[in-house]
């Protein structure tokens, strides 16, 4: 007699609970929301903030229907569309520039299925529509900027320390400097070796040319990672900043790798001003402008962004760079007038303390640094052309003021034109806080439009399959059919569970990956059946059945383990889209072979387990 | 004996096909190429929706007259649709937009619904990368194969797969279909599902082997394609059902992929009978190959 023991239904029992209970979450609809947020980043929103919003809410004429406080953001539900789009306008109006106004939708999942950590499944870019963007940091120009510094700091200390430089300069990202004399160039041998120790290990290579009194000094792999590191953390924060004030409801910024940055901004409706924000490729610098003793090899000449008519010569040093820049952001001075508020870290309070200690009434410039591709053809070694991309910077005075005191880590710009004015100054000022340039290299922009009809669309296959399969099965292997029919329905159940378990993303390969799915599952149980068939032309039903599921088990395994390994691969090298294809096949082999196997056996045992059958119709 | 169909009768024929296609896939890889779709070569890639049909070639010229010669112009699904790509002549990030604004301003303006940039140096990554992936797939296959089976089956599977692979590079490279990223998902897909194939008939030859020692090598084999046949016939169908689903009403993005996927499972299908099979005979199974110890052995003489 086929028949499973009580604990084996009682498994498939919890499996499919549990595989139910968490696919739940995606049959309740979305309701339009908004989330407000606090333009600067540093505070989180409160009960006052959401005290506010509920009076203008209920000042105008808008409704809504819930409003709450949820991680730093005040989330408001609405009934329609319509409510959404109306309430946020009234609030834009009356808030202006104080709160980020995000529109989303927010899930219906019901408290007790939140309480047990149920969620509708991710969908990816292609189907919510959105952008993603890739960015590369640029560390070359960062380890540059690094050794522009060093060169300047051993430039004084040598001078302090009154050895005798002949010559000193920076070439492809090696330091070098000659000395005059024996003395100097051992003295500053030794400084170098004292300044390389580091904790994680030696900071510098140090080439030694003891003939010609020259120095050269490299940073080592571990300064690089250090740098690396530092910048690509630093530009992390920057964007998630930037992204910020985009005002996108879940947005993924996120290192890849070793230098480059994934930015997601899911169910962006302007991807150009998205990309305007993003792609800043900026950063700054504060220098000194050049007066009448500044030596002709110290000072460059500048233009202003806003009147390239206009230049300015400004001296060389860098008295502190954007990466120091930690917030700015616009305000009144006494006699009403705009002003831009500057607050820098420890390191560039000093160093500006130093610069403008001895400078009152001199100018400070902020240069605005900006990182431009420009592409050529050349022809490689082997005759072929090929394209190069160079990169070119291009830096621009955005603010020339007098100094007036001396300045520390927090300071202010006075006499800044309009508001309107000061506020570009104060985001050019935050966006420039970037350690080192990055650039696009790839970039994947999907309407909102494209994202539903791709959900339409991938659904509507999903179905149209389904359906074709389900008619086969039933019309060719008939009670069995069935029984397959509902293995495959509860496989669905099941794929849809696990994603949401996981948290893995939905993107329209994936779905493909589903419907894929769909076709191969019934594969494990025509296999069984068809050895059933086998089986009953030389023994009774019974042990026709019994045979047929376990001989075919052997086969089945065989053949998924090889599919799976395939999904495997395709998610270790797939990117986006293609890695929710390797997931949902992953994760719908497995599941095909539970339902397949268990849930179809568990059937057929209850429909035949205890009964003397004389004939099997399969 | 149930020998309704005599497959290996046949196998010079299909062997000497299967040669000649695979011969002409690769003379076409080798002269003609792949189309790289955006992901490998890199570019950009703009998807434009209007409400009435336009000209294709006002546009394209619309576009050469603003410096963007080699850009390709063409409809997408229907013919509202519009897909303009533009080789990576320059890296340059912004040529979406600036395409978008040529567009505007010549009086072109439509929904722009996708836009697609991919810099030259991702381009080669993942072109490595997928190159690089679709070799490791098929060792580790042959590996795990080789383990659970015995060289020759694997020698079988692998051929196979490489049969199927190639040919279906073939059919893209010869058509000139877009070959990007979703189509090599595809094609991974399709190793997997083509060993399932060869997998459910190498299993049963294996068993046949071991059990009915009475019949000679070619038969054996045709028997045991002939037990599998239903149960293969019935998956590939129910596969394709699906499969065509998915190409009809799956939209205009995942046109190649199901494209790629059909393909795959017919010629997967083809080479679990012939390919395999085939190779089995040449390298002349034999019984002592199978005589390891059998796990399923003990089952069989329970039996009545």
């Known amino acids: 007699m086929n028949k499973f023991s009580i604990y084996q239904y009682l498994t498939i029992l919890f499996v499919l609970v549990v595989g139910f209970t968490y696919a739940l979450p995606n049959l309740y609809p979305t309701q339009p929301s908004i989330q407000v947020a606090y333009t600067d980043s540093g505070k989180s929103a409160d009960q006052s903030l959401l005290n506010e919003l509920e009076n203008i ?61 149920g969620k509708p499944v991710k969908l990816g870019l292609d189907l919510s529509g959105g952008v993603h963007f890739l960015l590369e940091v640029d560390i070359d120009t960062a380890q540059q900027g690094r050794l522009e510094l060093l060169l300047d700091t051993y430039r004084k200390t040598f001078k302090e320390d009154r050895l005798k430089v002949a010559k000193s300069s920076i070439k492809d990202l090696v330091l070098s400097f000659e000395f005059k004399d024996k003395d100097s160039y051992n003295k500053a041998l030794k400084q170098y070796r004292t300044d390389s120790l580091g904790i994680a290990g030696l900071q510098y290579i140090i080439t030694e040319r003891p003939s010609s009194n020259v120095l050269l000094l490299e940073y080592s792999d571990i300064a690089l990672k250090d740098i690396r590191d530092y910048a690509v953390g630093q530009n992390l924060t920057t964007l998630r900043n930037r992204v910020n004030e985009l005002g996108i409801s879940e947005p993924i910024v996120q290192r890849q790798g070793s230098n480059r940055i994934v930015v997601e901004l899911p169910g962006v409706q302007d991807p150009t001003a998205a990309k305007k924000i993003i792609g800043k490729t900026a950063n700054l610098e504060f220098r000194l402008e050049a007066n009448s003793r500044t030596s002709p090899l110290r000072k460059e000449e500048f233009k202003f962004k806003d009147n390239e008519y206009s230049t300015a010569f400004l001296e060389r040093g860098v008295v502190v760079s954007g990466d120091r820049v930690t917030n700015a952001n616009t305000g009144f001075d006494e006699s009403g007038f705009s002003q831009v508020n500057i607050t820098l870290d420890m390191q560039g309070g000093r160093s500006m303390q130093k610069a403008t200690s001895g ?59 309009n508001p309107q004015e000061a506020s570009e100054l104060a985001l050019f000022l935050r966006a420039g806080a970037l350690a080192a340039p990055m650039k696009f290299v790839e970039e994947r922009t999907v309407g909102p439009s494209l994202g539903k009809e791709n959900i339409e669309l991938g659904m509507r296959s ?87 599921f376990s001989r075919a088990f052997v086969t089945i395994f065989d053949a998924n383990v090889t599919t799976l390994i395939a999904a495997l691969i395709l998610y270790v090298i797939g990117t986006g889209p293609v890695k929710g294809f390797a997931v949902t096949l992953s994760i719908g082999i497995v599941t095909s072979m539970f339902t397949a196997i268990m849930c179809t056996r568990a059937m057929v045992n209850i429909i035949y387990g205890n009964k003397n059958i004389k004939e099997l119709k399969i | 004996m149930d020998i309704r169909f005599q497959f290996m009768k046949y196998r010079k024929i299909a062997g000497i096909a299967s040669i000649t296609i695979f011969v002409i896939s690769i003379f076409s890889l080798g002269f003609r190429g792949l189309s790289l779709g955006l992901d490998f070569s890199g570019g950009t ?32 699904g229907s013919n509202l649709d519009v897909l303009i790509k533009v080789a990576d002549q320059d890296g340059n990030s912004s040529l979406g937009e600036n395409i978008s604004q040529v567009l505007e301003k010549e009086g072109f303006k439509g929904e722009i619904k996708r836009v697609e940039f991919v810099g030259p140096q991702v381009g ?48 893209f490279s010869i058509f000139a279909w877009d070959f990007d990223l979703t189509v090599l998902a595809a094609l991974l897909a399709v190793i997997g599902y083509s060993l399932n194939d060869t997998i459910v008939v190498s299993d049963r030859i294996r068993e046949n082997f071991r059990t009915k020692r009475e019949l000679d090598p070619q038969e054996m084999i045709d028997l045991s394609l002939n037990q599998t046949l239903g149960r293969t016939v019935v998956t590939s169908f129910t596969t394709l059902l699906v499969l065509f689903a998915l190409f009809i009403f799956g939209g205009e993005m995942i046109k190649g992929f199901s494209l790629a996927l059909i393909l795959g499972v017919l010629v997967g299908t083809y080479s679990s009978i012939y390919v395999v099979a085939n190779m089995l005979m040449s390298l002349t199974l034999t019984q002592e190959d199978l005589a390891v110890p059998e796990p399923e052995g003990a089952d069989f003489d329970e039996l009545p």
């Open chain 1, 57 to 117: 809410l209920e000042e105008s004429t808008s409704d809504y229907e819930e409003i709450f406080l949820r991680d730093n953001k005040i989330v408001i539900k609405f009934s329609t569309l319509d409510e959404q789009l109306n309430s946020k306008t009234v609030l834009q109006n009356k808030l202006l520039d104080k709160v980020i106004i995000a529109l989303n939708l927010e899930p219906t999942t019901p408290d007790w299925l939140k309480n047990l950590g």
């Open chain 1, 359 to 417: 400078n009152i009434g001199r100018k400070l410039a902020v240069l605005f640094v900006e990182q431009k591709n420009k592409s050529e053809l050349v022809i490689d070694e082997n005759g072929k052309s090929v394209i190069e991309q160079t990169s070119y910077i291009e830096k621009n005075i955005i603010s020339l003021a007098t100094i007036q005191a001396v300045l520390g880590t927090s300071f202010r710009i006075t006499g800044v034109g």
């Open chain 1, 462 to 548: 999903i179905m149209i399959g389904f359906a074709l399969v389900i008619l086969f099965m039933t019309l060719y292997y008939r009670v069995f059919g069935i029984a397959a029919n509902v293995s495959l329905f509860l496989n669905l159940v099941l794929i849809t569970g696990i994603m949401s378990i996981l948290g893995a993303t939905l993107t329209l390969p994936g779905i493909a990956g589903i419907v894929l799915t769909v076709g191969m599952a019934v594969d494990a149980n025509v296999l069984i059946f068809a050895r059933i068939r086998e089986e009953l032309k030389e023994k009774d039903p019974q042990s026709a059945i019994k045979d047929g």
């Open chain 2, 45 to 76: 890639l703009v998807e434009v929706s209007y409400e009435t049909p336009v000209e294709l070639e006002a546009i394209r010229n619309t576009l050469i007259d603003n410096g963007y010669e080699d850009s390709q112009v063409v409809n997408f």
């Open chain 2, 124 to 171: 080669a990554e993942l072109r490595d990368q997928g190159g690089l992936g679709m070799l490791v797939a098929l060792f580790m296959i042959l590996l795990y194969v080789a383990f659970r089976f015995q060289y020759k089956f694997a020698l079988g599977a692998v051929t196979a797969l490489g049969h199927d692979v190639v040919i279906i590079l073939g059919l």
